[in-house]
């Protein structure tokens, strides 16, 4: 079974609430392994949106789909939506 990938994009324009967000996040974060926090990603291509990019990764699709929509992660992303302009995927691993 392929692995999970989670790539949020952020714009963020409130700090202080990314700090909260990241507080409740945490405590989330079960099942995810954190690959990158990028506050400055290289730009190879077109326009990357955001001012920081984070790279999650889980045992399989269906892990990231519900690590993301479980009741603990979901407290915690309201926080990081009022608190930043935000992308995110999920992806397949090969």
Known sequence: MPKGYIVIT?????PAGM???AKLAGKA??????LSFETKPETIEGEWHGTQTVLLEFESVEAAREWYN????????????????SNAVILSGM
């Not at 952020?10 to 409130?14: F, G, L, N, S, W």
């Open 70 to 85: 479980s009741d603990a992660y979901q407290a915690a992303v309201k926080l990081r939506q009022a608190a930043a302009d």
């Open 10 to 14: 952020e714009d963020v324009k409130d």
């Open 29 to 34: 974060m079960a099942g995810a392994t954190l």
């Open 19 to 21: 700090v909260e967000y």
